[in-house]
């Protein structure tokens, strides 16, 4: 198996394609990174800025490059000895008008080859549904967009289509009978009865009205495609025959103002596999899983094993042919069994890198029967985020933000709060759905015959709410214990919470601890284990949509632990916390991958660096965003009863803009328009004035103008007067934090991960903000410089660099010169075990350090951190000024002289280090050292 020594991400899109990343793969390399990780490049919808929305796996995305841009580009990658990390998506594709076979299946219904392709619940609750899938993509009420003309009946060379300004649905084949037919007197009229063409016309609709419905497969798609082929022919070659249909089709789409004219199109519709519908209805009544409530994303049924390998037919070609050297699983727990997924994917691929997009919750392991290499790195993201927050302040920052925005409900409860919410206005259909399914079950058996629908969804979503992780893993072949240890304790909080549902409660545990099942039939027994795996699919989205895009967005008391699978009641990480997380990695998990930023993470790596700075200063904090909200006071929105921006989405507003602040004039960016987008999402999220689904565009706009007041460039804001001094000092520490946690994650036990261009600053607000695009030029210009200047005074560079510190090459230069000891040293790093420092002296808790060895040789790791403390904003923690006393307690194997592999210098030893050598000319260190035994 090839390991990454290091991976960097791109975002491939129509704006960065094959050819672009082609050009920087040699800076990658002198960068010193081993392997590209790409974003989805398979066919997605067209403009596509992610990739994530597959229309076809199959096919390389043509607006990434032609196959010749993608052989030269993974024939680079190749000549220079580097890998390729790719991201698949194997749970859902876009519903869309591209997706050749979900417009198979909406045009050919159960005689679809591809009729179990998708994740559709075709014999639904609802009669309505019953044998159609529910497409919610209207912007408006299904009956004002048909009497509004916005839903058009046309015709071409590939039949009948339904249209919706760029959707295009297909019709029937069963349909196309009573539109030929109407009016067909007429036609008789015009032709004469005898005429060839006309009899031709009627055994087109004999043709139609008489395909067998036994006949299946190629024959019926032969047969369809002759009948349509046969009535285009006649449309081309006959004139009356083309005024005749274009005429009916004129009729079908009716005309605006009269109602009625409209009755011929709504009946064609109601024929159709598919029912259109407003977007809206989708969080209600839905007959397909889609991801997260996203409606134009339609889920795979990847457990199919049909499905299993049609979907993957490209990859696994090109992982035979060694382009692909790595898969990195999206949204592993949207599938219904992932671990017989990833079974079925590695004994396909054989000994292959994979890694899963997998939230871990706080505490929460990995499966460890994964045969995987581990996470793509949100575990790491967090901890060592949390590390730089001082959790001994926790109670200072809960009073301060309890005293400026007066909220007091609890983290636990508004954890709990806001997933009843996405369950009650975005999941309400998938939740109906489930209880459904629960429903038919419980009618088999006496104890269960009384439970009524609505009660068995409210105990339902009781459990749902409460639930403590992403997803548990039961399947066929059983449950685990920690399974059992979730499913227990949501279902004991839920008794708690609605006790007059006792007695479905503990019907519904029985169900999840497959527990009672020798009584039962097969059938009975895999209804069973089927509604705990879709119950077990739920749970992810809900905790996604609940915590991620509502509670994140709402719970303000420090921004910087709003991340992606972090817990922002968990005030920081204790360092014991940080080194136990990784020596668990080194056993367990070693080749897993270490993220900082990726391109879903809520703000920049260097953001969280920077706001996770207050957690050192609570008062003076306080003190500012006090005097700010007084000087912005007449700048706030006056509505009727309420002030915008409120005082929690004020809080939110100054934590990001000392954040994500640029070291540049303002006037000279597009930072303020940023910012309006940015809250404008963040206050949608939050779902508490507008939302996605409601908006509300006065306190949208109110929001918009009190940023641009607040950030007016020029002499008379007396706001960013006040403002500048303070985010200076915050910024030059965040400056600080984001260097130790460059390291850290360089050295620690897995694979680092570099999102793209985070080799500067990162001070980017959540997508699609952090998916701008990056100046590569200016990146490998620096790179090219450094590198030569270290050759020839790497002192005078660092001096050089230190100085200059807001331009970002300091970044550059550290992360260059890590990995390239990384890749020296590979092994100590790979293989290497874990052993936390002990740090003596008066500034111990100001440091994390640890040591990675390998056979003769160490490697020590020195990270600054709580600095506030002991440097003033505009100095270096450098020196025995600075450090006094500090030292690292060594062991005696250790060697005794050491090279410091950023700044060349030598440092030496004598079961002590002093702290003051290791960091006289750079704010962290990496001690490079070798036993000649």
Same mark, same amino acid.
């Given at each position: 198996?090839?390991?990454?020594?290091?991976?960097?991400?791109?975002?491939?899109?129509?704006?960065?394609?094959?050819?672009?990343?082609?050009?920087?793969?040699?800076?990658?390399?002198?960068?010193?990174?081993?392997?590209?990780?790409?974003?989805?490049?398979?066919?997605?919808?067209?403009?596509?800025?992610?990739? *994530?929305d597959?229309?076809?796996?199959?096919?390389?995305?043509p607006?990434?490059?032609?196959?010749?841009?993608?052989?030269?580009?993974?024939?680079?990658?190749?000549?220079?000895?580097?890998?390729?990390?790719?991201?698949?998506?194997?749970?859902?594709?876009?519903?869309?008008?591209?997706?050749?076979?979900?417009?198979?299946?909406?045009?050919?219904?159960?005689?679809?080859?591809?009729?179990?392709?998708?994740?559709?619940? /075709?014999?639904?609750?609802?009669?309505?549904?019953?044998?159609?899938?529910?497409?919610?993509?209207?912007?408006?009420?299904?009956?004002?967009?048909? %009497?509004?003309?916005?839903?058009?009946?046309?015709?071409?060379d590939?039949?009948?289509? $339904?249209?919706?300004?760029?959707?295009?649905?297909?019709?029937?084949?069963?349909?196309?009978?009573?539109?030929?037919?109407?009016?067909?007197?007429?036609?008789?009229?015009?032709?004469?009865?005898?005429?060839?063409?006309?009899?031709?016309?009627?055994?087109?609709?004999?043709?139609?009205?008489?395909?067998?419905? +036994?006949?299946?497969?190629?024959?019926?798609?032969?047969?369809?495609?002759?009948?349509?082929?046969?009535?285009?022919e006649?449309?081309?070659?006959?004139?009356?025959?083309?005024?005749?249909?274009?005429?009916?089709?004129?009729?079908?789409?009716?005309?605006?103002?009269?109602?009625?004219?409209?009755?011929l199109?709504?009946?064609?519709?109601?024929?159709?596999?598919?029912?259109?519908?407003?977007?809206?209805?989708?969080?209600?009544?839905?007959n *397909?899983?889609?991801?997260?409530?996203?409606?134009?994303?339609?889920?795979?049924?990847?457990?199919d094993?049909?499905?299993?390998?049609k979907?993957?037919?490209?990859?696994?070609?090109?992982?035979?042919?060694?382009?692909?050297t790595?898969?990195?699983?999206?949204?592993?727990?949207?599938?219904?069994?992932?671990?017989?997924?990833?079974k079925?994917?590695?004994?396909r691929?054989?000994?292959?890198?994979?890694?899963?997009?997998k939230?871990?919750?706080?505490?929460?392991?990995?499966?460890?029967?994964?045969?995987?290499?581990?996470?793509?790195?949100?575990?790491?993201?967090?901890?060592?985020?949390?590390?730089?927050?001082?959790?001994?302040?926790?109670?200072?920052?809960?009073?301060?933000?309890?005293?400026?925005?007066?909220?007091?409900?609890p983290?636990?409860?508004?954890f709990?709060?806001?997933?009843? &919410? $996405?369950?009650?206005?975005?999941l309400?259909?998938?939740?109906?759905?489930?209880?459904?399914?629960?429903?038919?079950?419980?009618?088999?058996?006496?104890?269960?015959?009384?439970?009524?629908?609505?009660?068995?969804?409210k105990? &339902?979503?009781?459990?749902?709410?409460?639930?403590?992780?992403?997803?548990?893993? $039961?399947?066929?072949?059983?449950?685990?214990?920690?399974?059992?240890?979730?499913?227990?304790?949501?279902?004991?909080?839920?008794?708690?919470?609605?006790?007059?549902?006792?007695?479905?409660?503990?019907?519904?545990e029985?169900?999840?601890?497959l527990?009672?099942?020798?009584?039962?039939?097969?059938?009975?027994?895999?209804?069973?284990?089927?509604f705990?795996?879709?119950?077990?699919?739920?749970?992810?989205?809900?905790?996604?949509?609940?915590?991620?895009?509502?509670?994140?967005?709402?719970?303000?008391?420090?921004?910087?632990?709003?991340?992606?699978?972090?817990?922002?009641?968990?005030?920081?990480?204790?360092?014991?916390?940080?080194?136990?997380?990784?020596?668990?990695?080194?056993?367990?998990?070693?080749?897993?991958?270490?993220?900082?930023?990726?391109?879903?993470?809520?703000r920049?790596?260097?953001?969280?660096?920077?706001?996770?700075?207050?957690?050192?200063?609570?008062?003076?904090?306080?003190?500012?965003?006090?005097? /700010?909200?007084e000087?912005?006071?007449?700048?706030?929105?006056?509505?009727?009863?309420?002030?915008?921006?409120?005082?929690?989405?004020?809080?939110?507003?100054?934590?990001?803009?000392?954040?994500?602040?640029?070291?540049?004039?303002?006037?000279n960016?597009?930072?303020?328009?940023?910012?309006?987008?940015?809250?404008?999402?963040a206050?949608?999220?939050?779902?508490?004035?507008?939302? /996605?689904?409601?908006?509300?565009? %006065?306190?949208?706009?109110?929001?918009?103008?009190?940023?641009?007041?607040?950030?007016?460039?020029?002499?008379?804001?007396?706001?960013?007067?006040?403002?500048?001094?303070?985010?200076?000092?915050v910024?030059?520490?965040?400056?600080?934090?984001?260097?130790? @946690?460059?390291?850290?994650?360089?050295?620690?036990?897995?694979?680092?991960?570099?999102?793209?261009?985070?080799?500067?600053?990162?001070l980017?607000?959540?997508?699609?903000?952090?998916?701008?695009?990056?100046?590569?030029?200016r990146?490998? @210009?620096?790179?090219?410089?450094?590198?030569?200047?270290?050759?020839?005074?790497?002192?005078?560079?660092? %001096?050089?660099?230190?100085?200059?510190?807001?331009?970002?090459?300091?970044?550059?230069?550290?992360?260059?010169?890590a990995?390239?000891?990384?890749k020296?040293?590979?092994?100590?790093?790979?293989?290497? =075990?874990?052993?936390?420092?002990?740090?003596?002296?008066?500034?111990?808790?100001?440091?994390?350090?640890?040591?990675?060895?390998?056979?003769?040789?160490?490697? $020590?790791?020195?990270?600054?951190?709580f600095?506030?403390?002991?440097?003033?904003?505009?100095?270096?923690?450098?020196?025995?000024?600075? /450090?006094?006393?500090t030292?690292?307690?060594?062991?005696?194997?250790?060697?005794?002289?050491?090279?410091?592999?950023?700044? =060349?210098?030598?440092?030496?030893?004598?079961?002590?280090?002093?702290?003051? +050598?290791?960091l006289?000319?750079?704010?962290?260190?990496?001690?490079?050292?070798?036993?000649?035994n």
């Amino acid at each position: 198996m090839r390991i990454p020594t290091a991976t960097y991400r791109i975002q491939f899109h129509a704006g960065f394609n094959f050819e672009a990343a082609r050009q920087i793969v040699s800076y990658l390399e002198e960068l010193g990174i081993t392997d590209l990780y790409a974003s989805p490049i398979f066919k997605a919808r067209k403009g596509s800025s992610h990739g *994530y929305d597959v229309v076809d796996s199959n096919q390389l995305n043509p607006e990434l490059g032609t196959s010749e841009d993608f052989e030269a580009l993974t024939d680079e990658i190749h000549n220079r000895k580097m890998g390729w990390l790719q991201d698949i998506v194997p749970n859902h594709m876009a519903y869309d008008t591209q997706n050749l076979l979900l417009l198979d299946v909406l045009e050919h219904g159960p005689d679809s080859d591809y009729f179990d392709y998708f994740d559709i619940e /075709w014999d639904h609750g609802y009669e309505h549904l019953r044998g159609r899938v529910l497409a919610p993509l209207l912007g408006n009420f299904y009956g004002e967009c048909l %009497e509004n003309g916005e839903i058009k009946l046309k015709y071409n060379d590939q039949g009948l289509s $339904i249209n919706y300004y760029s959707l295009k649905l297909p019709v029937k084949i069963q349909s196309y009978g009573n539109f030929i037919s109407h009016n067909l007197g007429h036609l008789g009229r015009e032709l004469g009865r005898r005429h060839p063409d006309f009899i031709k016309f009627l055994g087109i609709l004999y043709l139609i009205k008489n395909i067998p419905s +036994e006949t299946k497969g190629k024959e019926r798609y032969d047969q369809i495609a002759f009948v349509k082929g046969l009535l285009w022919e006649l449309y081309n070659q006959n004139p009356i025959v083309k005024e005749f249909i274009d005429e009916n089709i004129k009729f079908f789409n009716g005309e605006k103002g009269n109602p009625e004219s409209f009755n011929l199109l709504d009946d064609l519709l109601s024929e159709q596999f598919y029912r259109l519908a407003f977007w809206k209805v989708g969080a209600e009544e839905i007959n *397909y899983r889609r991801f997260f409530t996203v409606n134009e994303l339609i889920s795979v049924k990847v457990e199919d094993i049909k499905v299993f390998h049609k979907n993957h037919a490209l990859i696994f070609d090109l992982v035979e042919e060694g382009k692909f050297t790595g898969l990195r699983i999206d949204h592993i727990d949207g599938l219904y069994d992932p671990t017989e997924y990833l079974k079925r994917l590695r004994h396909r691929i054989g000994d292959i890198y994979i890694t899963v997009e997998k939230i871990l919750e706080h505490k929460e392991d990995l499966p460890s029967y994964w045969p995987i290499e581990g996470t793509s790195g949100y575990d790491f993201l967090n901890y060592v985020n949390g590390v730089f927050c001082r959790s001994d302040r926790e109670q200072q920052f809960s009073d301060i933000y309890y005293r400026f925005t007066r909220l007091s409900v609890p983290y636990e409860q508004l954890f709990i709060d806001k997933k009843r &919410l $996405i369950i009650e206005k975005n999941l309400a259909g998938d939740v109906d759905n489930l209880a459904q399914l629960l429903k038919n079950i419980s009618g088999q058996s006496r104890q269960g015959n009384d439970f009524t629908r609505p009660g068995l969804e409210k105990a &339902l979503s009781a459990i749902l709410a409460i639930f403590p992780v992403y997803r548990t893993y $039961i399947n066929q072949e059983g449950l685990r214990e920690s399974d059992r240890t979730y499913v227990k304790d949501a279902i004991a909080k839920a008794k708690q919470q609605i006790p007059l549902l006792l007695k479905e409660l503990n019907f519904i545990e029985t169900i999840l601890l497959l527990e009672a099942e020798e009584t039962l039939t097969t059938e009975q027994k895999e209804q069973r284990r089927h509604f705990v795996m879709k119950l077990q699919q739920l749970t992810g989205p809900l905790m996604a949509k609940g915590i991620e895009d509502t509670l994140l967005y709402v719970y303000y008391r420090l921004l910087s632990l709003n991340e992606v699978g972090g817990n922002p009641s968990q005030f920081g990480v204790s360092l014991t916390e940080f080194h136990q997380f990784n020596q668990h990695q080194q056993a367990v998990w070693p080749h897993k991958m270490n993220a900082t930023a990726t391109h879903d993470t809520k703000r920049g790596e260097d953001v969280r660096a920077r706001i996770n700075v207050l957690s050192e200063i609570p008062d003076e904090w306080e003190q500012q965003v006090k005097s /700010w909200r007084e000087l912005n006071s007449s700048k706030k929105v006056n509505l009727v009863n309420r002030m915008v921006p409120d005082t929690n989405d004020e809080y939110f507003f100054y934590q990001t803009l000392i954040g994500s602040f640029p070291f540049e004039e303002i006037e000279n960016t597009d930072f303020i328009d940023r910012m309006k987008d940015y809250v404008i999402k963040a206050v949608r999220e939050a779902k508490v004035h507008t939302a /996605w689904l409601r908006p509300d565009n %006065e306190y949208e706009t109110g929001f918009m103008t009190f940023v641009d007041h607040v950030l007016q460039p020029g002499e008379q804001n007396q706001f960013l007067k006040k403002f500048a001094p303070f985010w200076k000092k915050v910024a030059d520490y965040g400056i600080l934090n984001s260097l130790s @946690q460059t390291l850290l994650k360089i050295t620690a036990p897995g694979v680092p991960d570099i999102y793209q261009g985070t080799e500067f600053w990162d001070l980017s607000h959540v997508d699609p903000d952090n998916r701008r695009p990056v100046d590569f030029e200016r990146r490998i @210009q620096v790179l090219q410089e450094i590198k030569q200047q270290a050759k020839s005074d790497i002192l005078q560079l660092i %001096e050089e660099l230190i100085s200059t510190k807001e331009d970002a090459r300091i970044k550059l230069f550290l992360t260059t010169r890590a990995l390239e000891a990384r890749k020296q040293y590979l092994k100590v790093f790979q293989s290497g =075990n874990y052993q936390p420092l002990e740090v003596v002296g008066r500034f111990k808790d100001n440091l994390i350090a640890f040591a990675r060895s390998y056979e003769n040789t160490t490697a $020590i790791v020195i990270a600054p951190r709580f600095l506030t403390g002991i440097v003033k904003p505009e100095e270096m923690p450098l020196g025995e000024k600075v /450090w006094k006393d500090t030292k690292l307690e060594l062991s005696e194997e250790m060697p005794s002289v050491w090279k410091d592999a950023i700044t =060349n210098q030598m440092v030496e030893s004598n079961g002590q280090l002093a702290i003051a +050598e290791a960091l006289n000319y750079f704010p962290a260190a990496l001690l490079i050292g070798e036993n000649s035994n």
